[in-house]
């Protein structure tokens, strides 16, 4: 049998729960109005919905992270041996080429530049070895434009994708490039369009892994800065082309400009975190225990 209304309020001042009657929590302050909270709905937030957007938002204010300036560090356009040891490595080495080339004798740079030159010739004797020596030297010395630009845009390259694919990146350009362009130098002298002389044509340096690298990198970067980088490079190598000053090394950086833009797919992906696990191998969530039957 029901209770009445006043058995139900004596009841509950005398501190004694009614059966069958709703439990009432603690009431809630609703934009500063003291409001009871609704029956069978659990886990009510207490307080008005304007306060906890209040509260949210001077959290976010009050964070280290919103107030605390991004510091400006100039010093991260140039490599370093923990944060781009590839690149590090390699202009270390090229350093020591470029002082070799600017104080010993004419006669040994030559004879060491011709060693390491892919032209016709060697590519057909030792391909691998000239491939690599070649890359050993700057043309034009330490303060060439390809050299500083070897300097800022592999050391913003490996910071964005790492030291092994802007490795890959590198020689990739270097070595189809240098094959793009001496290969039909090769087959001119047979069909008889060339002299012989081409075939020990000079070839070295580190331009056409540059070139790449700097297609590579503008795929990285925003729209603002990829555009105007990419029309500025090739801007300056069609005025390369059109003063037909050496116009297989020319058309080798156009060519690896191509090849550093046909390899935004590549550098796009994101890089693995160290020490994690590739995703096949993450360790499963235990399975949930069985009741016996």
């Known amino acids: 049998m029901d209770r009445s209304g006043s058995e139900r309020a004596e009841a509950a001042a005398s501190g004694v729960p009614v059966t069958g009657a709703p439990v009432l929590d603690a009431p809630a302050v609703v934009d500063g109005v003291d409001a009871p909270l609704l029956d069978g709905v659990p886990r009510q937030r207490r307080g008005s919905f304007a306060e ?43 350093v020591v080429t470029s002082l070799v080339a600017e104080y010993a004798s004419p006669s040994l740079v030559h004879a060491l530049h011709q060693a390491s030159s892919t032209d016709v010739a060697h590519l057909v004797r030792t ?5 690599i020596a070649s890359a050993l030297w700057i043309a034009g010395g330490m303060f060439s434009p390809y050299a500083i630009g070897f300097l800022l845009v592999l050391t913003a390259l490996e910071r964005r994708i790492g030291g092994a694919r802007t490795a890959g990146v590198f020689l990739l350009g270097h070595v189809i490039a240098t094959l793009a362009t001496e290969v039909p130098v090769g087959l001119a002298v047979l069909a008889g369009q060339l002299p012989d002389s081409s075939l020990h044509r000079p070839d070295y340096g580190v331009s056409f892994g540059v070139a790449a690298s700097v297609g590579a990198l503008a795929g990285l970067l925003t729209p603002w800065l990829r555009w105007p980088l990419l029309i500025a490079f090739g801007a300056t190598l069609v005025a390369d082309l059109i003063a037909f000053t050496d116009p297989m ?4 950086h156009v060519m690896s400009l191509a090849i550093g833009v046909a390899t935004w797919p590549l550098v796009r992906r994101p890089r693995r975190a160290r020490g994690r696990s590739p995703g096949w191998a993450r360790p499963q969530s235990p399975p949930s225990p069985t009741t016996a039957e």
């Not at 391909?127 to 491939?131: A, G, I, Q």
């Not at 090394?249 to 080798?252: A, D, E, F, V």
């Open 52 to 94: 906890g957007v209040r509260e949210r938002e001077c959290e976010r204010v009050a964070s280290p992270r919103a107030t605390r300036p991004v510091p400006i560090r100039p010093w991260r356009l140039l490599p370093t041996p923990t944060g781009t040891p590839f690149t590090f490595g390699y202009a270390t080495v090229l």
């Open 127 to 131: 391909p691998v070895l000239v491939l």
């Open 249 to 252: 090394t020319n058309w080798g």
